[in-house]
């Protein structure tokens, strides 16, 4: 069974830096690529970024480019998401996913992930 556990979310000002971790189990973490979302109140759950099996590739929206840096360290099952220079429309709840798909790059789609955490609230004051 694939669980996926969020962990790191809270508040901070603008401006400020957050790390969040996402750490997996129930699958060979290693082979899998991995992907940060977040959802608005009243939004859609709308893609951050995705990282590579390897850590070797990564993409990211254009409202987080610059600011966000998703990362992997596979001997620990857990992907990062940093976010600095936060803004308060970075308010949100954080979501990692993993695809069921072994070696493969996983995009912006929703439909390309099949495994979710549990969400993870992240708050930016002005």
């Known amino acids: 069974q694939v669980q996926l556990v969020e962990s790191g979310g809270g508040l901070v000002q603008a401006g400020g830096s957050l790390r969040v971790s996402c750490t997996s189990s129930?699958?060979?973490?290693?082979?899998?690529?991995m992907g940060w979302f977040r959802q608005a109140p009243g939004k859609e759950r709308d893609f951050v970024a995705a990282v590579s099996w390897s850590g070797g590739s990564t993409s990211y929206a254009d409202s987080v480019k610059g600011r966000f840096t998703i990362s992997r360290d596979n001997a620990k099952n857990t992907v990062y998401l940093q976010m600095n220079s936060l803004k308060p429309e970075d308010t949100a709840v954080y979501y990692c996913?993993?695809?069921?798909?072994?070696?493969?790059?996983?995009?912006?789609?929703?439909?390309?992930?099949?495994?979710w955490g549990q969400g993870m609230q992240v708050t930016v004051s002005s």
């Open positions: 129930g699958l060979t973490f290693s082979s899998y690529g």
């Open positions: 996913a993993v695809p069921n798909r072994r070696g493969y790059y996983p995009g912006r789609g929703l439909y390309e992930y099949t495994y």
